[in-house]
C-alpha cells in the first residue's frame, strides 16, 4: 500500500512558476506509476501528466505540454511537479496519484486507473 501526501500549492500570479510535491510512504514507490490531476471548482478532475516507474517516460495533456514537467527521485520516494509560465485556468486543487500493473504507464490516464490518490494541494493563480 502506498499513502501519497502532496505539498507546494499556494496562490500565486500569471506567469509565475510553482513547485508540487508528492512524497509516498513504502518501499515499494519505484514499482508504480505516478501521476497529476487537477480538479478545478465545477469542473471534473482531470489528467495533468505522467511518468513511468522508472522515470523514463512521460507524458502530458496538451494544455500543459511545454509548461509542466514531471520528475521523480525513487531514492527519496518523491514526484516533482514544476509548472511554469502558469495561467489562470490552471487554478485547481491537484492530486498526486500511483498507478500499479503491468499497463499502468497507460491506465493511469483516468481516474478509474488510479490506486493511490493524495489528499491535493490547491493552486490558485491569479490574473
Known amino acids: 500500500q502506498v499513502q501519497l501526501v502532496e505539498s507546494g500549492g499556494g496562490l500565486v500570479q500569471a506567469g509565475a512558476s510553482l513547485k508540487l510535491s508528492c512524497s509516498a510512504s513504502?518501499?515499494?514507490?519505484?514499482?508504480?506509476?505516478m501521476g497529476w490531476f487537477r480538479q478545478a471548482p465545477g469542473k471534473e478532475r482531470e489528467f495533468v501528466g505522467a511518468?513511468?516507474?522508472?522515470?523514463?517516460?512521460?507524458d502530458y495533456v496538451d494544455s500543459v505540454k511545454g509548461r509542466f514537467t514531471i520528475s521523480r527521485d525513487n531514492a527519496k520516494n518523491t514526484m516533482i511537479l514544476q509548472m511554469n509560465s502558469l495561467k489562470p485556468e490552471d487554478t485547481a486543487v491537484y492530486y498526486c496519484?500511483?498507478?500499479?500493473?503491468?499497463?499502468?504507464?497507460?491506465?493511469?490516464?483516468?481516474?478509474?486507473?488510479?490506486?493511490?490518490w493524495g489528499p491535493g494541494t490547491l493552486v490558485t493563480v491569479s490574473s
Open positions: 496519484a500511483a498507478a500499479s500493473g503491468v499497463n499502468s504507464y497507460s491506465t493511469i490516464k483516468s481516474i478509474s486507473g488510479v490506486n493511490y
Open positions: 513504502g518501499r515499494t514507490f519505484s514499482a508504480y506509476t
Open positions: 511518468i513511468s516507474s522508472l522515470g523514463v517516460n512521460t
